[in-house]
């Protein structure tokens, strides 16, 4: 079945970049998604990138995607003390059906 | 963006009593919804699916006797834990999709269950 994967943990000191990975099995993704979850709460979706698209940036975040490898990556510039929180990557084949990864724990030391 | 809101945000029960969950779509409507479950530490299981009107398809090894789900209307959902157990104890994630979303899931804030 559908799988997605990502490291669990990462820690950065502030201001560098943080990027965190993910890999699927699923090549009929039709759409990749990042969200991030506070302590205690529910899901915020950060960004999205179609499956034709191989990179998409917005303000701090980058997404890029190697289809080929069924790599997705989150780079997060100027990483701060706010940014702490874990990171799920998910991927939605054709139906509604969404797939989670484990989700990656970024820690920002100050 | 859309706001999708849970009640109770938190809940202490005992062991065999019934707990319900209320899921609401506050400025759009949600033709469909989604029910999660998630232990700590670990990602989001997808418990049930959810359309307006219609009864939820389960995913498989979700018991639907157990856990009920009512999408009355456009704008709210509820899942009713049923005799729950200690075991049940989790945090239920609730998210929307629906007309003027596109295709983007709208989550809630998730509702705590502790089972004594």
């Known amino acids: 079945g559908e799988d997605v994967e990502q490291s669990l943990f990462l820690s950065v000191r502030e201001g560098d970049s943080s990027v965190i990975n993910c890999t699927y099995t699923?090549?009929?993704?039709?759409?990749l998604y990042w969200y991030k979850q506070e302590p205690g709460a529910g899901l915020q979706l950060l960004t999205y990138?179609?499956?034709?698209?191989d990179m998409k940036q917005d303000q701090r975040l980058t997404v890029l995607l190697n289809k080929k490898d069924k790599h997705l990556s989150l780079r997060i510039a100027d990483t701060q003390t706010g940014d702490s929180a874990i990171y799920f990557c998910a991927e939605r084949e054709g139906g509604f059906k969404t797939i989670f990864g484990a989700g990656t724990r970024l820690f920002v030391k100050a | 963006g859309a706001v999708v809101s849970q009640h109770p945000s938190w809940v202490i029960c005992k062991s065999g009593t019934s707990v319900k969950i209320e899921c609401r779509s506050l400025?759009?409507?949600?033709?469909?919804m989604f029910w999660y479950r998630q232990f700590p530490k670990q990602s989001l299981m997808l418990m049930a699916t959810?359309?307006?009107?219609?009864?939820?398809?389960?995913e498989q090894g979700v018991e639907k006797d157990k856990f009920l789900i009512n999408h009355a209307s456009l704008t709210l959902s509820t899942l009713t834990v049923t005799s729950a157990h200690p075991e049940d104890s989790s945090f239920y994630i609730c998210s929307a999709r629906g007309g003027g979303t596109g295709d983007e899931q709208f989550f809630g804030p998730g509702t705590r269950l502790t089972v004594l």
């Open positions: 400025d759009f409507q949600a033709t469909t």
């Open positions: 990138i179609f499956s034709n698209m």
């Open positions: 699923d090549s009929s993704s039709t759409y």
């Open positions: 959810s359309n307006e009107g219609s009864k939820a398809t389960y």
